[in-house]
């Protein structure tokens, strides 16, 4: 099984490259989930047609109780794609993370890999590995591999690099490992240079090139992936063609 975090700075494009991703998955055939680490719950929108999950945070704010089923907490996207959202704790009130250590502990007594029994799970990830909330997918077992979304952007490269820090202090307990890092393109003056350094530094390699593309935003605009809007486009054969690698991976180590 795929078990994939996907990290990087807030704004950076995550959601996008883990919802294009998990698309593109879905579309070679395979059954995923994708988990929305973020207070925002925005993780699956682009699934859903705009049509958003119910967090799990906010279901237990509102029925003053844990849900009973999965069915309650999710909703089943493009491809099959089931999208599950933990949210986050009243705003200004409660700690971030401990909703997606909530949401964990809730998805395994609801036993969700065992009645689902995906072919890929991904976890989108809120910004730098804060606290231990955030570093769940990645101490806890969840995810096996880890995917650093960035740009050539110095705030970018500096969350990136935090990332790669904090996933190396867990190397010796046989966590996740980064697997590379997903250049989602902003355009600025000698970006690939300056990826190319950070990942030459780290000793891991460019694992997918997503251009700047207005197919992405217009499709986004409609709450769909670029792979559901147009599969022939750059963009969306950039992500197929790093789901497809993914899943070679997986087959020969499995």
Same mark, same amino acid.
């Given at each position: 099984?795929?078990? +994939? !975090? ?11 490259? $883990? ?7 879905a579309s070679l055939g395979k059954r995923v989930i994708q988990i929305g680490c973020d207070p925002k719950a925005d993780s699956t929108i682009n699934l859903l047609r705009g049509d958003p999950v119910l967090p799990v945070m906010d279901y237990m704010r509102q029925y003053d109780e ?9 909703? @089943? ?24 250590? $909530? ?17 890929? @799970? +991904?976890?989108? @990830?809120?910004?730098?590995? @804060? ?25 970018? /490269?500096?969350? !990136? ?5 904090? *996933? ?12 590379? *890092? ?5 355009? *600025? ?10 990942? #030459? ?7 997918? #090139? ?29 992500? +197929?063609? /790093? ?12």
């Amino acid at each position: 099984m795929i078990k +994939l !975090a996907i990290y990087g700075k807030g704004g950076i494009g995550k959601s996008t490259c $883990t919802a294009n991703l998990s698309a593109a998955l879905a579309s070679l055939g395979k059954r995923v989930i994708q988990i929305g680490c973020d207070p925002k719950a925005d993780s699956t929108i682009n699934l859903l047609r705009g049509d958003p999950v119910l967090p799990v945070m906010d279901y237990m704010r509102q029925y003053d109780e844990e849900p009973e089923s999965i069915e309650q907490i999710s909703k @089943v996207g493009y491809g099959g794609v089931l999208c599950i959202e933990t949210g986050g704790p009243t705003p200004g009130l409660g700690c971030a993370g401990r909703g997606i250590i $909530t949401t964990f502990s809730l998805l395994e007594q609801l036993d969700l890999f065992g009645r689902y029994k995906p072919d890929a @799970v +991904l976890y989108d @990830v809120l910004g730098d590995v @804060v606290c231990g909330g955030f570093a769940a997918p990645i101490r806890e077992g969840y995810a096996e591999q880890v995917l650093i979304v960035t740009s050539g952007e110095k705030m970018a /490269l500096y969350a !990136a690099n935090n990332i790669w820090q904090a *996933v190396k202090n867990f190397e010796d307990r046989s966590y996740a490992k980064v697997r590379g *890092v997903i250049l989602n393109r902003r355009n *600025v003056e000698r970006e690939e240079e300056k990826v190319r350094a950070f990942t #030459d530094k780290a000793g891991i390699e460019i694992t997918a #090139d997503i251009p700047r593309s207005d197919d992405i935003i217009r499709y986004e605009d409609m709450g769909m992936t670029c792979v559901e809007g147009d599969p022939r486009c750059e963009a969306a054969g950039r992500f +197929l063609a /790093l789901a497809k690698t993914l899943i070679d991976e997986d087959e020969r180590n499995g």
